[in-house]
């Protein structure tokens, strides 16, 4: 990777962060997969959807393993 990418990379992270407003804190892999795949900034909105379908993904396969 060129160090022209890794510039972009790290100017896109801190654009990312100071959007959502968690300056200084680890991202949400969701934002980050986004931010990856599209090089695009997500909403607040999409990244609190993207949570909530994990979790609700994560509740179904404690019901589904739950003896």
């Known amino acids: 990777m060129s160090s022209s990418q890794l510039q972009l990379q790290f100017f896109n992270k801190s654009r990312l962060q100071a959007h959502l407003g968690v300056e200084g804190k680890e991202l949400p892999f969701e934002s980050m997969l986004w931010l990856f795949l599209t090089g695009d ?3 607040f909105d999409q990244v ?3 949570a909530q379908r994990r979790d609700r993904f994560h509740e179904n396969q404690a019901h589904v393993y739950n003896f």
């Open 41 to 43: 900034i997500p909403s």
């Open 48 to 50: 609190c959807h993207q």
